[in-house]
């Protein structure tokens, strides 16, 4: 750190993301990343469009919100985009908050929102999940204070249902309810529906996970309009030029190509139902998900121990020091030929340490 730090940031700590190995080879599982490629379609872009990259990208990313605002049955002024759903959360803390109004968020969730919340000198408050990592929605029912929860939530990968949503968003009339969507496309129920009914609601979402495009690096909000307008504002005046043009005509591709989007979905949310069984006939213990992903543990071998053998025989996946969840690990959903591989991989694990 040099002399010259900001005060108000000599105390946070940054986000760690999970490894992206160079090189050496291993099975992934370790950022919920999807195992399939774009669509063939989005791997001609840079051929066509390549030549265009000398003059900047449309900031209002107009033709993308067209056909996604369509796609999603919603109004283009509720719709604003952004360099993956991480800037949409950021342009929701610089819009909705200050130290006056705070943030709050469950204690396991998504390790973002309490780094914004350093980030921006807010007092963050964290609200304990249930023993068994559910919400309970009455704990988030008149906050005065902005409300940001994933839905499903992560690491858990368990969803509230619309209503209840729709009790939090209804109990909280006097500030903000961000839902951050990023997994929702694996078997939760949108949110973006109650965004004309609610003025006080924020929906978020990402190109990351389901859509195949990680590293395409788009994300967007739908609110009622009044909120996108707000939102709008902030990045405007922060980088209007946020989503390049490749990543504009990738998304473009991507909602063009539905039927190419929900078989990947299918083979994942098939892939995760035997894998959950595989890991269940192993002696696991695994939350039910409604994600790209499973949270797993085994009474017999420490998670962090788990995650060491698995990273020695090449597989990747996540392990979480908060004492309240270090017996998981966090393994995303690959290929079925990946994830029949891992089985063996555990299978060895526990018969090597007499689990
Ligand atoms: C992956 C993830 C994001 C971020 O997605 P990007 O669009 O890649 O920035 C946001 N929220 C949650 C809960 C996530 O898991």
């Not at 940054?14 to 490894?19: L, M």
């Not at 973006?192 to 190109?207: A, I, M, P, Q, R």
Request: glycine share 6%.
């Amino acid at each position: 750190m040099s002399k010259f730090l900001s005060k108000r940031l000599q105390n946070l700590e940054a986000y760690v993301p999970g490894e992206q190995p160079k090189g050496e080879k291993f099975i992934k599982l370790n950022t919920n990343e999807s195992p399939y490629s774009p669509p063939k379609q989005a791997l001609d872009v840079l051929a066509q469009y390549g030549a265009t990259l000398n003059y900047y990208n449309d900031p209002d990313c107009k033709k993308l919100t067209e056909i996604f605002a369509k796609y999603h049955g919603v109004d283009e002024n509720k719709v604003v985009f952004a360099n993956g759903s991480d800037e949409i959360l950021v342009f929701c803390y610089m819009t909705f908050c200050d130290q006056n109004i705070g943030i709050c968020y469950p204690d396991i969730t998504y390790g973002f929102y309490d780094v914004y919340a350093d980030l921006f000198c807010l007092d963050g408050e964290k609200v304990p999940l249930n023993d068994d990592l559910t919400i309970d929605i009455t704990k988030f029912f008149n906050k005065n204070k902005t409300v940001v929860l994933a839905n499903p939530n992560a690491p858990s990968g368990i969803a509230l249902s619309l209503n209840e949503i729709e009790q939090i968003v209804q109990n909280n009339p006097k500030n903000v309810v961000i839902i951050d969507e990023a997994y929702v496309d694996f078997g939760g129920e949108s949110a973006s529906v109650l965004t004309d009914k609610y003025e006080n609601l924020v929906v978020c979402g990402t190109f990351s996970k389901s859509r195949n495009l990680a590293g395409g690096r788009l994300g967007y909000a739908i609110a009622h309009k009044g909120l996108a307008e707000d939102l709008n504002r902030v990045k405007y005046s922060f980088n209007p030029y946020n989503v390049g043009t490749l990543a504009q005509i990738l998304g473009i591709i991507s909602i063009e190509q539905d039927e190419y989007f929900k078989e990947c979905v299918g083979k994942i949310v098939d892939t995760r139902e035997k894998f959950t069984n595989d890991l269940e006939k192993l002696g696991f213990y695994v939350i039910p998900s409604k994600t790209n992903f499973v949270f797993a543990k085994n009474d017999k071998i420490h998670g962090s121990k788990l995650y060491n053998l698995l990273r020695e025989k090449k597989t990747l996946v996540r392990h979480f020091k908060n004492e309240r969840i270090c017996e998981f690990i966090r393994i995303s959903i690959g290929t079925q030929e990946e994830m029949d591989t891992v089985i063996v991989q555990l299978a060895e694990i526990l018969e090597e340490n007499n689990a």
